[in-house]
């Protein structure tokens, strides 16, 4: 690294922890929590090879504030390796974690740099801002939060904010639902401030947003997505990673992809079938999907996701697959209707 030429690998919404097991043992059926913490072993090891500068975790390292012991020591045990490897690892702590990481002994190391509260941490030609996620009304908080990290920061420097929030126009989910005038998110009018570049986990689909500074010039605000999809809604959606390189106070970016098991959805609620036909239509339904799918079963009756229910219970589907029945909260709300 020179002063002049940085490279940056960014990443967000690790959700270490979501569907693992109490073990680290694999276990008969298969869990979803050796998938995201795979993926984020394998965007270290890329930082590690390509020898970044830095690395920017944008929040939600966890699934939630408390997960497993052995989990938190093998997700700062990769951190160790980077910040031994002499990269400067920043965290955010996002909502997922209640704005804290689980104490470690890690986290200590010199490398090693935390926004636990808002503040700027500063290098050889470059500032790094940030704060964590805020829960209450962030929209008339930040103006101050940008106006005291502001003061941490020089015109000649390339300085970069990091949040874990969504921004005006930011869209998630297959439906492109989009944030605006929320009090949960920031007014993209109070962005950039004094930063060249604005980086954010929370939303889980990488995208771009710009905002105009007072210079004329439209400061990129990237959002790297999460490594995993957690939910259905993200069907769809490329998970991955972004690397940066900045000269001076210009820079470009690449988003680079992360393998994700297939998604697929059944919806049987506008299909009649009865209890027989059942099995017949699923494995004629599944027949072409990929051997680690993983598949969610929609219905709205009460027969059918009972039978499926059972069908799961007596090994049906295939062990190396998640499947997942939604429904039956629908049942219990009309039950009390």
């Known amino acids: ?112 740099h935390i926004f636990d509260v808002a503040r700027t941490y500063s290098f050889a030609k470059l500032s790094i801002s940030g704060f964590p996620y805020y829960k209450g009304d962030i929209r008339s908080k930040f103006p101050s939060i940008r106006t005291k990290l502001g003061k941490n920061v020089s015109k000649s420097d390339f300085n970069i904010l990091c949040v874990h929030h969504a921004i005006d126009g930011v869209k998630a989910g297959h439906h492109f639902f989009e944030f605006r005038n929320r009090k949960d998110t920031l007014n993209i009018k109070d962005l950039p401030g004094d930063f060249d570049i604005v980086l954010s986990g929370h939303i889980h689909k990488h995208q771009i947003l710009e905002a105009p500074s007072k210079a004329g010039k439209n400061v990129p605000i990237i959002y ?52 027989e036909q059942l099995a017949e239509f699923l494995s004629i339904r599944m027949k072409t999907f990929e051997s680690d799918a993983i598949v969610q079963i929609n219905s709205d009756e009460k027969d059918i996701l009972y039978e499926l229910s059972k069908l799961k219970t007596k090994g049906f589907f295939n062990d190396s697959m998640n499947i997942t029945l939604s429904g039956f909260s629908s049942l219990h709300r009309r039950g009390q209707d």
Not at 18 to 37: A, C, I, M, Q
Not at 233 to 260: A, M, S, V
Not at 261 to 267: A, G
């Open 1 to 112: 690294m020179s002063a002049d030429n940085i490279s940056i690998l960014l990443l967000s919404d690790t959700h270490i922890g979501f569907d693992h097991p109490l073990t680290n043992k694999p276990s008969k059926k298969r869990r979803r929590g050796f998938d995201f913490l795979n993926n984020f072993k394998l965007v270290v090891n890329r930082a590690l090879e390509l020898k970044v500068d830095y690395v920017i975790h944008c929040g939600d390292v966890f699934e939630k504030a408390s997960v497993p012991t052995f989990l938190v020591d093998q997700t700062y045990a990769e951190f160790l390796r980077l910040a031994n490897a002499e990269i400067q690892i920043l965290i955010v702590p996002g909502n997922h974690e209640r704005s804290a990481l689980p104490p470690s002994l890690f986290l200590n190391h010199p490398n090693i």
């Open 224 to 275: 790297s997505g999460s490594t995993e999809k957690t939910m259905f809604d993200e069907i769809n959606e490329t998970k991955g990673y972004h690397i940066l390189n900045i000269e001076c106070k210009t820079f470009t970016h690449e988003f680079l992809p992360l393998r994700t098991r297939p998604m697929y959805q059944i919806d049987l609620r506008n299909i009649s079938l009865t209890i």
